[in-house]
């Protein structure tokens, strides 16, 4: 059985940002949508003082977030203007080549670490292939 892979990272909006970060967030969710048909979901929060970030997303398997980081990664630099990324969550087994390119986007946008949470027990209804 395939264990989806669950993707959270939490940024502090810069002062000021706020304004600018919403629609920037509103296209790459439309690029996204638009560019990666196997993505399961991917979800933008923010706080309601607007100071705090929050991105989710899930994949059915590592493959499915490295095409994410392939395709969608070269939109993410301009979007470090707006953000302090602080922190990736990753809950699943992941590749070490594949952390490490997470911990380059989490240097890249802010001073934030990358934590890998190994799947340990649960129940999983995302369809295999």
Known sequence: MTVSIVY???SVVRDGKFGELKPAMAELVDFVEA??????AYDVYFSADGDRMTVM??????????????VAGP???????????E???????????L????????????T???????????????PDD
Request: glycine share 6%; charged share 35%; aromatic share 6%.
């Open 35 to 40: 560019n990666e048909p196997e993505i399961l």
């Open 8 to 10: 959270i990272d939490r």
């Open 57 to 70: 997303h899930m994949h059915a398997d590592q493959d499915s977030l490295e095409f994410h980081m392939e």
């Open 112 to 126: 934030g670490r990358v934590s890998v949470h190994d799947h340990h027990r649960g129940v999983d209804r995302v």
């Open 99 to 110: 952390i490490e390119r997470l911990r380059d986007k989490a240097t890249e946008l802010g």
């Open 75 to 85: 939109k993410f630099p301009p979007i470090g203007e707006f953000i302090d990324l």
């Open 87 to 97: 922190s990736i969550d990753v809950y699943g087994h992941l590749r070490e080549d």
